[in-house]
């Protein structure tokens, strides 16, 4: 496949670690957020989303944390595994607009 | 199933040509959405549409037109005043622009190259 960002921020973890993702948004007042997984050659796929009302929110195998006291965002993967190397990015809203992030790329190691 | 499809995933353009980029949902959603993607970059909106026969420029409209003539159909032509036009696009739609935040969901993507 080919790449969608050739210098992007790498981590690296061992497979069944867990893997935090984090992302720094701009806009505080933003009040939607969303974080999407792109394999290579494909299109980005939602994980997960939170509001801005909330601080945390857990799906399966991820949770979302947000801190908007410091404009932060994170993605925590559990239990990491070869299926989740991929290309990892978070979207902020404002008034319906979706802003993206670069993206960092997780590699497993097995 | 419901999903988005784009189509051709790969295509080339001559110069002075236009290309015309297929996009098209079964997920009786209203938004659509056109993004450019480039290497290193996060996405960039080129155009949307909150309904039929309603578009909106995005970010980086010149260079390319749309239409929304159906519900489920956001046809993206990318002319040939577009002078750097090499690079993946993805077409995303949601359910509804007034409904409040809502999260984008996105086909597969076009890879334009120039020839």
């Known amino acids: 496949g080919e790449s969608v960002g050739l210098h992007l921020p790498t981590l690296s973890v061992q497979e069944g670690d867990n893997s935090i993702i984090n992302c720094a948004y701009s806009n505080s007042a933003s009040d939607y957020f969303i974080w999407y997984k792109q394999e290579s050659g494909k299109g980005p796929q939602f994980i997960i989303d939170i509001r801005s009302n909330m601080d945390k929110r857990q799906g399966q195998r991820v949770t979302v944390l947000l801190n908007k006291t410091v404009k932060h965002l994170s993605l925590q993967i559990a239990a990491t595994q070869p299926g989740d190397s991929a290309v990892y990015f978070c979207a902020e809203s404002l008034n319906e607009k979706l802003t993206f992030g670069t993206g960092t790329r997780l590699t497993i190691i097995p | 199933d419901g999903g988005i499809t784009q189509s051709p995933k790969y295509l080339f353009r001559k110069e002075g040509q236009n290309v015309t980029l297929s996009c098209e949902q079964n997920l009786n959603h209203d938004a659509m959405y056109w993004y450019r993607q480039d290497p290193g970059q996060g996405l960039r909106l080129i155009y949307y549409s909150q309904i039929v026969n309603d578009f909106q420029k995005g970010d980086i409209a010149e260079g390319y037109s749309v239409s929304r003539e159906k519900k489920e159909s956001f046809p993206l032509t990318v002319t040939s005043a577009q002078k750097n036009p090499t690079a993946f696009y993805l077409c995303?739609?949601?359910?509804?622009?007034?409904?409040?935040?809502?999260?984008?969901?996105f086909g597969d993507g076009t890879r334009l190259s120039i020839l």
């Open positions: 995303a739609s949601s359910i509804a622009w007034d409904l409040g935040n809502q999260p984008q969901h």
